[in-house]
């Protein structure tokens, strides 16, 4: 083993390797939604806690949101969740592999019943939202 | 002059170089050859120095598989037209060492397939003899895990995965996957037996879910599937371990 182990040849992997291919790129991607869903999650904590602070916190605080800069931010956010949603959804019948019988229930009926979910829940909030 | 194509082939031959070299060789182009033919054609007719695992040449025996143009496939599988007239550039598996030329030395993988106990093991005393018969399965039994048996060990998966090249004490995917089978196989009893390696941080937690292993499997086993399933279950029998402490099997 140990000459053997001498002679092979270890070929390096460079730090840039998710940026040969494709498929890593969009790995990568996925990976970097992460960050924009815990940031958005603690933006609503920062939000929630601002309401404690009364009426004017409150206020200010929405004012400050209609900067051009936190619009752009958020449209930022929203493409960068949208594409976590996306994937993972897209993933799931990859884990919830349900039979009946011999036959496997559809892929697209399993990832179908999130969407739907999601579009369900969409609504939901937007109906509250926008108080109907 | 009939059409020809470049292939571009790493080389390292240990007993004269330090560092691989690429080597690029002109062979005949053909409609109906792959990328195996045209290796086998360099062998033959141009640099029979050149070295490379091959055998069954239809996509069973899993021993081709090399990187073309930076994608993990099995040569045999590979067609010439669907990179012509560009150059191929053929290279040994990402993710192990390399042995010689497109050779890649793949002993950590045989040690990790049979540390996963890819076999039926049965609960002791529950063993029939022989002359019992088989076990029997339904149809339905045998669907839960059929794809997951077609496995040919070609590590074109490990090839794909950049966690194992990144960390090679990774259980890696087709170990992982064929574990997965026999634990669902309804005739095997060994899941506790494959439990201790398989949820071990070498095993399923090291996996980031990348899913390049089952795009480039040429079998469908989609291991990523196998790995994910088995995180679940695993995380099933954590909580059923805090939840339930009582309820513990033996």
Redesign the interface.
Known sequence: MGEKEMSAYHRPVPNTWWLKRTPYVLFMLRELTSIFVAGYCVFLLILVYKLTQGADAYGNFIDALKSPSSIALHFITLAFVLYHTITWFNLTPKILVLYKGEEQIPKALVAGVFYTGWVVVSIVVALLVLGM | MAETIKLEIFR?R?EKES??TFLTYEVPFLEDWVVLDAINHIKDEIDGTLSYRWSCQMGVCGSCGVMIN??PKLSCAAFLKDYYPDKIRVEPL?GF???RDLIS?IDDFMTKLTKIQPYIIRKRGEEKPLDEGEYLQT??E???FKPYSMCINCMLCYAAC?VY??DSTFIGPAAIALGQRYNMDSRDHGRSARQELIASHEGIWEC?????C??VCPKDV?P??AI??AK?SSTVDWFKDVLIPWGKKK
Request: proline share 16%; hydrophobic share 40%.
């Open positions: 390292y240990p560092e691989p930076g994608v990402t060492p390399v042995e030395q149809p339905a045998l669907a839960r950049p090249a990144l980031t879910f990348v899913g390049e089952s795009a989609d990523a599937a994910q399933r679940v």
